[in-house]
């Protein structure tokens, strides 16, 4: 066995590699051998982090915008004031779930047509 200069890139730790491990995937891949076992893991690991980010990125943008449509896009709207929308949805001139079906429509268009 050999040392090798180069630190594990997950835990900054010397990794050693013998001759024969030159080229192999740990070496590419800069880990000692116990973060190599492991990398599977904290690869998964911060993928599902930044899948629930990104998740938490989108519901949030989407809450803003439910924010616009309710509310600051109609203050200044004489066409449909907060009040209209409002009377509608009391009324039942229109109904949550036909404005979400029209949402789903636009969403389903423009993802799988
Ligand atoms: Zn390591």
Redesign the pocket.
């Known amino acids: 066995m050999r040392k090798d200069p180069t630190l ?1 890139r ?2 900054d ?1 010397p ?1 050693y590699l013998s001759d024969d491990q030159a080229g192999t995937e740990r070496e590419i891949e800069r ?2 051998s ?2 190599y076992v492991t990398f599977p893991l904290i690869e998964r690991n911060n993928k599902l982090e930044n899948n629930i980010e990104m998740k938490k990125r989108i519901l949030g943008t989407i809450e803003d915008l439910c924010s616009n449509f309710l509310y600051y896009d109609r203050k200044e709207d004489e066409d449909l004031s907060p009040k209209d929308l409002r009377e509608a949805v009391e009324t039942g001139i229109i109904t949550i779930d036909e404005m979400v079906a029209e949402f789903r429509k636009h969403l389903t268009n423009s993802f799988y047509a």
Do not use: A, G, Q, V
């Open positions: 594990c997950e835990c730790k990794h880990l000692c116990t973060c």
